[in-house]
Structure formats: structure tokens, C-alpha cells
């Protein structure tokens, strides 16, 4: 009889999963998310592309203009994944077809060192040549913020994503974005 209900509380108290499309949006909790990690960057770059700044390097140059990540600050209430986040902008602007992507930081660490163990260790047919990266023209650097405000079982969570692109021959800023998302929960278990 215990082992029964052993197993009856057991099945009463298992979790039931299944799976949905990634591109699905369900909000579970007030918290940033996929959904909003993806929906601001496709339109902080859809934004980036119709400033005149695009217009201006197509008419000067022969070419697309290349982008840098520089750095993208969580400054918010709660733990984001900027890594995730910067990882969408990359597609959005590689998916824009506008502009180029130029990779840095640990990412373009790693490479160099793949390419000195090729100079020691490959062909010289087939390693990759050193002293022939690409620079970048401009690079885009910004913040995600937020606020809270709570009261009478009522929890508004405000987020500001702040973006800027800027020359890195002149300093100039080409772009300055703003994207604002704002969620409300109620009492409910989630706080």
C-alpha cells in the first residue's frame, strides 16, 4: 500500500515536458528572454540600415562596410546573456546583406592562434597567410538596462537597449539606436 501511494505522488508531482519551435514566444515570468533577446536586435539593425550613415559609405566606397562588436554591457536588475544577445545582432546584421561582420575579441584570439600553429604545422599551399586580416570601419558598443517598479501584486519591468555605432577612423557616431520593451506581471507566483 505505501509503495502505491509512493508511486501515485511521485506521478502527481513529475513535470511534463515538451518541446516547441525556437521561434515561439512564451513567457513564463517578466524576466528577458529568447523572444526579446531576438525581436531587438532584428529591429535595432533594421533600424541601423536606413540611417543615412549606410548611404553615405555606399556613395564613398566600393564596398560593404564592415562592423566590429566592441562591447555590449548588462546593466539591468537581473542576469541577461549578452553573449546570446550579441549573438543575434551578428545575425541580423549578417542577415541584412548591408554590411560586413568582423570578429573580435576571444574570437578572433582563437583565430590567430590557429593561424600560428598553421604557419608551424600546415602546408605552405594551404595555411592562412598572416598579416592579412580584415579591419573593421566602424564598431557597435551599448548597454541593456532596466527598472522595476512593484506594487499591489503589480510588477512593470522596463528594459532600454542602447546602441551606437561609431567611426573608427573619425570617432563619429553613424548610428545611435534605442530599443524599449516593457512587460507587466501580476501577482501570481511569479513574485
Not at 527598472?147 to 503589480?154: L, M, P, Y
Request: charged share 30%; net charge negative.
Amino acid at each position: 500500500m505505501a509503495a502505491l501511494m509512493a508511486v501515485s505522488l511521485l506521478a502527481a508531482c513529475s513535470t511534463k515536458v515538451s518541446r516547441v519551435g525556437a521561434e515561439e514566444q512564451i513567457d513564463v515570468t517578466d524576466s528577458w528572454n529568447a523572444t526579446d533577446s531576438k525581436l531587438v536586435a532584428d529591429k535595432m539593425i533594421e533600424d541601423m540600415v536606413t540611417f543615412p550613415w549606410l548611404k553615405e559609405w555606399e556613395e564613398k566606397h566600393d564596398r560593404k562596410p564592415r562592423v566590429i562588436i566592441q562591447s555590449v554591457r548588462n546593466k539591468s536588475h537581473e542576469h541577461i546573456p549578452v553573449g546570446t544577445f550579441i549573438n543575434d545582432l551578428k545575425r541580423a546584421m549578417l542577415k541584412s546583406g548591408k554590411m560586413q561582420f568582423v570578429s573580435g575579441g576571444a574570437e578572433r584570439e582563437a583565430v590567430r592562434e590557429e593561424r600560428e600553429q598553421q604557419d608551424v604545422y600546415a602546408t605552405e599551399k594551404t595555411r592562412a597567410e598572416m598579416g592579412a586580416e580584415t579591419g573593421a570601419d566602424f564598431a557597435l558598443a551599448g548597454s541593456i538596462n532596466s527598472t522595476v517598479q512593484q506594487a499591489s501584486g503589480k510588477r512593470v519591468t522596463f528594459y532600454q537597449v542602447d546602441l551606437e555605432l561609431i567611426n573608427l577612423t573619425t570617432t563619429e557616431e553613424a548610428w545611435y539606436g534605442q530599443k524599449k520593451i516593457k512587460k507587466v506581471a501580476d501577482k501570481g507566483g511569479l513574485f
